[in-house]
């Protein structure tokens, strides 16, 4: 049945796409949101990194763990204190507008009903109860959009073969089927975008692992723009926009930077997003406790929201299903911030300052937000592009700000700023 649904779909070159009127208004959507939550939640989770730094879903790969040993996980997850309205309502509280979770991560092992293989939350893990499908209908009763991760690496499919960079420790025969795992990974995309009404989008990794190989992408992306128009599909491949996709992605930094080493750092026409870790960990690890202090954290989203880029903050729920607590704490402190400032933030785009060492600016209507979340000099030159500045002032206070028309913009004199202001913001009206 699923599989007559997928063969259905003609296949045209995605060099052709042409994004359906729903798919934009969902871009437009996606750039005012600004702001959402990555989980990275699997049967991993139950290992906590298993004493290492820096491993947490990546446990299976780093610690050489065969795919007959790690098939006894699904056993030890039961995410008991898992609620989901308790999810949603920090993710709403925090301000955030969207949550992506993985579906299937590396490992191969599905949080959600799949059909096609049991390899699932439903047939194979102790709690046995469909985490996605309880997810979304949550996220639908208080209004967050819900995305789904689904990696296109997989350790444990014996078919996904020949093998790349990783997953060469499994086990598995040296032999298997290459287009059997695609026509696999196109069903459970299927499943995903059949299963469990509109989904925000699909949020695909691991096509780096082995760039070359024939992945069949206009089929997989037709396919996911025939089942869901609206869906928003986006990689991590590091690369600049492959077409047929809809934002493009950078992973632990800004657009245009590169501290990780493997970021792209051209930026595109796409609706951005980055992603980042509130400690340093994707997935749950329980000796991982270099937290981020909410002010970085709150940095960094004025700073991707100045770059016109979402935040996709991420946490690793606990094998019980409770968020970390450190999470939940600093989630709640940037919700508050977020609650008093976000009209500085939702709906924006990039301002005319670009990026600065001492912050950014950001733009809605007839108002520009000066970001300053650095103060250097007591000075301030802002480009206006023409539009003649009517009124400066202090965000929130409302305190009037002496400027200084320029030829292409003003000078700001910038007020004695406190410390423990997190983002000093200068609303600019033309
Ligand atoms: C990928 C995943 O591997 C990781 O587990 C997590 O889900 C993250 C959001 O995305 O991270 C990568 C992917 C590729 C490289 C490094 C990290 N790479 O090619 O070096």
């Keep these: 049945m699923i599989l007559s649904i997928y063969y259905a779909v003609p296949v045209f070159s995605q060099e052709d796409y042409v994004p359906s009127a729903s798919n934009l208004e969902a ?23 298993g004493g290492d730094m820096g491993i947490a879903e990546w446990i299976m790969e780093r610690k050489q763990i065969p795919v007959d040993q790690y098939e006894k996980l699904p056993d030890f997850f039961n995410p008991v204190a898992f609620d989901a309205a308790e999810w949603v309502s920090m993710v709403k509280e925090a301000g955030m507008k969207y949550i992506t979770i993985t579906s299937k991560h590396h490992d191969g092992f599905a949080m959600y009903d799949s059909k096609i293989s049991d390899y699932n939350v439903v047939d194979q893990a102790r709690y046995g109860k469909d985490i996605i499908g309880k997810l979304k209908e949550e996220c639908d009763k208080q209004g967050i959009k819900l995305f789904f991760y689904y990696s296109q690496l997989d350790w444990h499919h014996p078919d996904y073969y020949p093998r790349g960079r990783t997953g060469n420790f499994t086990g598995r025969p ?9 026509d696999y990974m196109n069903t459970q995309l299927t499943e995903l975008l059949t299963q469990y009404g509109d989904v925000g989008g699909i949020w695909f990794d691991g096509m780096w692992d082995q760039w070359d190989a024939p992945w069949r992408l206009d089929e997989t992306y037709a396919l996911i723009h025939e089942l869901q128009p609206q869906t928003l599909l986006g990689s991590n491949h590091h690369k600049m926009p492959i077409p047929g996709e809809d934002f493009q992605m950078f992973e632990k930094d800004l657009p ?16 951005l997003e980055t992603c980042e870790t509130m400690n340093g960990s994707w997935g749950y690890n329980i000796k991982d406790t270099k937290f ?23 946490t690793g729920p606990m094998p019980d299903g409770r968020i970390q607590p450190e ?36 733009w809605k209507d007839n108002k520009i937000y000066v970001h300053i ?5 007591p000075v301030l030159y802002v480009p206006m592009a023409g539009q003649k500045v009517a009124k400066a002032y202090a965000y929130g206070s409302g305190e009037k700000i002496t400027f200084k028309k320029q030829s292409e913009g003003v000078l700001l004199t910038l007020p004695e700023i406190p410390e423990n202001i997190i983002d000093y913001i200068i609303v600019l009206e033309f």
Excluded: C
Aim: charged share 20%.
């Design 373 to 377: 979340l650095d103060a250097e000099d």
């Design 256 to 271: 245009g930077q590169n501290s990780m080493g493997f970021n792209q750092t051209g930026i595109g026409e796409l609706p």
């Design 174 to 182: 040296e032999s298997g089927d290459w287009d059997a795992y695609i």
């Design 27 to 49: 871009r437009e959507w996606f750039q005012d949101a600004k702001f959402g939550l990555f989980v990275h939640w699997g049967v991993y989770s139950v290992m906590g990194g």
């Design 292 to 314: 981020k202090s909410t002010e970085d954290l709150i940095h960094m989203l004025v700073r991707a929201a100045g770059l016109n880029s979402n935040l996709l903050l991420n």
């Design 327 to 362: 999470n939940v704490a600093t989630l709640k402190e940037m919700g508050k911030w977020m609650k008093q400032y976000g009209e500085a933030i939702y709906g924006t785009r990039s301002g005319p300052t670009g990026a600065k060492k001492w912050g950014v600016s950001t």
